[in-house]
């Protein structure tokens, strides 16, 4: 198998178009059809909706009130990381064949959308979700959204009611999936995560080299962040890697201790990297220095509300 | 995309990018596109059927149907079905406009369309490239849900899949156009020169470059053996 047989594989079930579709586009070459640069109403909104993924994170990076200006200072952010590392808490030991690391975490999610009868605007709300990861790289998840839709200003609630106030919350959702573990975007098996190397210099050089690899468009120190953090939000490290997680991160050149509130509003130490295009945070408890939750930008974060070993998949701690 | 956005967007493609509602309208297979790409014959008489419709415009719907699920097809593979709706049916009102400039010395009208649909798609290749990269990390793929396990029952890696979003997302559009009409749609070189309006040389060189960036994006993933010798297919 070569590149070319992987590539002519890729997405190569999507689904064909529906009748509806097919009716849509052969009214609209079809002389005498008006204005055929839209042959569906509504598409534009849908695709905004739909994209809001992608779009709400391109278009929104609202400043956050909470710069508390402590200052920059690579090597007092590397002071909280090394301190939290210290008292580092969660998984105490690796999971074991047949265990679930469970996590309960709220988070919110911004949207932008491009209102098919209004401006665009930007809506805000939060989803809880349940994660159950087992060692074979195995997850099941549910997801929920709790209360109403926010909005970061007057003029973004005024004009969703004006858009005809859509229903921008997903439905809830389940699933299963295996999605292993990631450095990256190199895929691990568990074992290999656990072999990571637990020396921080070590460990950074591999966030390092993952970064690289992943030629993402960022600068290296930016994308060794991401790699850093979203390995500590989504692998079940035991205790002792993610300490050395955390003070691999203290090697990163760049990386900013500011005062930072997480999505909750308490207030805490966060260590954040400064991004082209936005600030990513970890928070810190300012006395614990347990780690309290992450930010991106002002408008998304998350923060875990509940963690535990179970033994099957629809179980809590 | 951009770091700064990037867990905002994981976490929030999560419930996004994870099974969506079924879309409205009854689904319609329309077959598996290799096979039909394979299969197609040179002489459809697209020619004929694109002069009579400068006389009689309703022969063009010959055209349409030949063609319209394959470039909605190939429109929803690189930006998704919402989008590939749109400019799918866009494609055809384009190609209808323009039918009288068709060199009909061609029979095939692939190469055609398909320049038409990517020209179009142009338009969003930012979009198609963030959620190249949301697949590459989060595994789930907003385009295609179920494309992960395709992927990997032919490469026996569930992680071919999110390297290959990676590589694909890491290439200039211009080199993605090529190298998707050459994989998928199976134009040779002359046909996508044609198609995108290039030189043929320009074609060589984006697919050459466009196929070296693949794979060793891939190599490096650890998802193509980096020693392999090269396939010029």
Not at chain 1, 48 to 53: I, K, L, N, S
Not at chain 1, 238 to 251: E, M
Not at chain 2, 82 to 106: C, I, Q, S, W, Y
Not at chain 2, 206 to 226: I, M, N
């Amino acid at each position: 198998m070569d590149e070319l047989d992987l590539i002519r594989s890729f997405r190569a079930d999507v689904p064909g178009p529906s009748v509806a579709a097919t009716a849509r586009a052969d009214r609209a070459w079809r002389p005498g059809a008006g204005r055929r640069r839209s042959p569906r109403r509504g598409a534009r909104f849908a695709a905004a909706v739909a994209a809001v993924a992608a779009v709400a994170a391109a278009a929104l990076v609202i400043p956050s009130a909470d710069d508390g200006g402590l200052g920059a200072g690579s090597a007092r952010a590397a002071e909280v990381l090394r301190r939290a590392a210290a008292e580092v808490s969660g998984l105490p030991r690796a999971l074991a064949p047949g265990e679930y690391w469970y996590v309960r975490r709220n988070t919110t999610w911004t949207t932008g959308v491009e209102g098919e009868r209004a401006g665009a605007y930007t809506a805000m709300g939060l989803e809880i979700r349940e994660e159950w990861t087992a060692a074979d790289g195995t997850r099941r998840w549910t997801t929920r959204q709790a209360g109403p839709l926010r909005f970061p200003s007057a003029g973004d609630r005024a004009r969703w009611e004006a858009d005809g106030r859509p229903d921008l919350t997903p439905p809830p959702s389940e699933d299963r999936t295996r999605t292993g573990f990631h450095v990256g975007i190199r895929e691990y098996r568990y074992e290999q995560l656990l072999d990571l190397p637990r020396d921080p210099r070590a460990l950074y050089e591999r966030f390092r080299d993952a970064a690289v690899r992943c030629r993402c468009g960022n600068g290296v120190d930016d994308q060794s962040f991401v790699v850093a953090v979203e390995l500590l939000y989504t692998a079940p490290l035991p205790t002792d890697l993610r300490a050395a997680t955390l003070r691999a991160i203290a090697l990163i050149p760049g990386i900013e201790q500011r005062a930072e509130r997480d999505i909750l509003g308490r207030p805490g130490v966060g260590v954040a990297y400064e991004g082209s295009e936005g600030r990513q945070a970890l928070i810190f408890d300012p006395a614990t220095h347990e780690l309290l939750g992450e930010r991106s930008g002002a408008g998304g974060g998350s923060v875990d509300v509940a963690s535990g070993i179970v033994d099957s998949p629809t179980a809590r701690p | 995309m951009t770091r700064g956005h990037r867990l905002l967007e994981t976490r929030f493609a999560r419930w996004h990018l994870a099974p969506r509602e079924p879309p409205p309208g009854v689904r319609e297979s329309t077959g598996v596109s290799l096979l039909h790409a394979a299969d197609r014959s040179r002489d459809r008489g697209d020619a004929s059927a694109i002069a009579a419709s400068l006389e009689s415009p309703a022969a063009f719907a010959v055209v349409f149907e030949r063609h319209h699920p394959s470039v909605h097809r190939y429109l929803s593979r690189r930006i998704g079905t919402d989008l590939a709706d749109e400019l799918a049916a866009e494609t055809f009102a384009v190609a209808f406009a323009k039918r009288g400039r068709f060199d009909t010395a061609v029979q095939d009208a692939r190469p055609w369309l398909f320049g038409i649909a990517t020209k179009l798609a142009h338009r969003h290749w930012r979009r198609e490239e963030r959620e190249l990269r949301a697949y590459a990390r989060t595994g789930v793929d907003a385009v295609s849900p179920g494309s992960d396990e395709g992927v990997a029952a032919r490469a026996d890696s569930a992680a071919a899949g999110r390297a290959l979003a990676a590589a694909l997302a890491a290439l200039s559009a211009d080199e993605r156009d090529v190298l998707l009409l050459y994989a998928w749609e199976q134009l040779d070189q002359p046909e996508i020169a044609v198609a995108l309006s290039i030189a043929p040389g320009t074609v060589k060189s984006r697919l050459h470059r466009a196929r070296a960036h693949v794979r060793e994006s891939l190599a490096a993933a650890g998802e193509l053996d980096p020693m392999r010798p090269e396939n010029h297919g």
